[in-house]
């Protein structure tokens, strides 16, 4: 399993953005689709968005399409998630996750459900508060 890493949360007020890095130091996350899920305490774990291996697709969660944007910078190995407009309901703990090597057509292929991602990291606290 890969040790990823989150880092960039913290608190905003509404309105504000913030952008989330997901990197590791261990293995290229290249060949690898990313993942970023939540968690709110009390709720179920949620998916936000993810990115193929290739870069060229992309999904988002109904709650932050339009306002969240994923994008891999392999040269820096890391995986970002620019959120904007945030709302006080973003607030949660945020993780990022990987799945891989991803080969063939599975390659340009994401989706944001958990059970497909076998790697996760430890998570970044995002809070959005006046």
């Known amino acids: 399993q890969l040790q990823l890493v989150e880092s960039g949360g913290g608190l905003v007020q509404p309105g504000g953005s913030l952008r989330l890095s997901c990197t590791t130091s261990?293995?290229?996350?290249?060949?690898?689709?990313i993942g970023w899920f939540r968690q709110a305490p009390g709720k179920e774990r949620e998916g936000v968005s993810c990115i193929s291996s290739s870069g060229v697709s992309t999904k988002y969660g109904d709650s932050v399409k339009g306002r969240f944007t994923i994008s891999r910078d392999n040269a820096k190995n890391t995986i970002y998630l620019q959120m904007s407009s945030l709302k006080p309901e973003d607030t949660a703990v945020y993780y990022c996750a990987a799945d891989g090597p991803r080969i063939g057509i599975f390659h340009h292929m994401c989706d944001i459900k958990s059970n497909l991602f076998a790697s996760w990291g430890q998570g970044t606290q995002v809070t959005v508060s006046s």
């Open positions: 261990r293995f290229t996350l290249a060949n690898y689709a």
